[in-house]
């Protein structure tokens, strides 16, 4: 059984556009985040949710709008899609809020491709 | 601010050899944690280990062991006979609490590559 899930796994699309990248979890994780990894690798927390509730967020531009239907699941909303937007987004999730030792599960990642 | 260096962006080596990635950080929290990910070719993160920062005593799982040192805010990791199914990148991150909520920093990774 996946324990953190994302669709879809590649998307590619044109400049102007709007997306979504979908996340759940089935882990019964209070807490899940978004992170972006550039083409550099370098990984950086967007969002973090506690139970639906939006608790993190970093320097990221209004076009990104995360949506937490329930607290399983966690979704990336994206407009007007920019050519620097391309990356690969990590959802993950952890047990509890709000704990420094609690271990982060990550999804297996979405390629996001702007062209 | 909490910040994680991995100075080593490349590493190359031939199988069965021995290979430390070292990973150090700064953080003025009293209490952390830190984290050891890999990240396989395939490009999903996987988690290896976590250490709290008031128990330094070294930690072995079969060819993986990692070196904690509080003295030298160092957290290293080592593959002992190195085998191809290691190459990956592999991430350092530290935990703390920021706003309620906990924050993971991660360093710039080390890719590895162990060769046949």
């Known amino acids: 059984d996946t324990a953190v899930s994302q669709t879809p796994k590649y998307l590619v699309t044109q400049m102007g556009n709007d997306k979504s990248i979908k996340c759940e979890q089935n882990?019964?994780?209070?807490?899940m985040y978004w992170y972006k990894q550039d083409s550099k690798k370098f990984l950086k927390i967007m969002f973090s949710?506690?139970?639906?509730?939006?608790?993190i967020n970093e320097t990221v531009p209004n076009r990104f709008s995360p949506k937490s239907p329930d607290k399983a699941h966690l979704n990336l909303h994206i407009n007007s899609l920019e050519l620097g937007d391309s990356a690969v987004y990590f959802c993950?999730?952890?047990?509890?809020?709000?704990?420094?030792?609690?271990?982060?599960?990550f999804g297996p990642g979405t390629r996001l491709t702007v062209l | 601010a909490q910040k994680v260096t991995q100075a080593q962006t490349e590493i190359s080596v031939v199988e069965k050899e021995d290979v430390t990635l070292d990973c150090v950080y700064e953080?003025?929290?009293?209490?952390?944690?830190l984290f050891w990910y890999k990240q396989p070719p395939s490009g999903e993160l996987v988690f290896l280990i976590r250490?709290?920062?008031?128990?330094?005593q070294n930690e072995i799982s079969g060819r993986y062991s990692w070196n904690f040192q509080k003295s030298t805010s160092s957290f290293n990791f080592t593959i002992t006979a190195s085998q191809v199914v290691d190459s990956a990148v592999y991430f350092c991150?530290?935990?703390?609490?920021?706003?309620?909520?906990?924050?993971?920093?991660f360093g710039q990774g080390t890719r590895l590559t162990i060769n046949p």
């Open positions: 993950a999730s952890s047990r509890l809020f709000g704990r420094a030792a609690d271990t982060q599960y």
């Open positions: 882990l019964g994780h209070d807490t």
């Open positions: 949710y506690n139970n639906k509730e939006l608790i």
């Open positions: 953080t003025r929290d009293t209490t952390y944690y």
């Open positions: 250490r709290n920062s008031f128990d330094e």
């Open positions: 991150a530290l935990s703390g609490v920021i706003q309620g909520a906990q924050k993971l920093v």
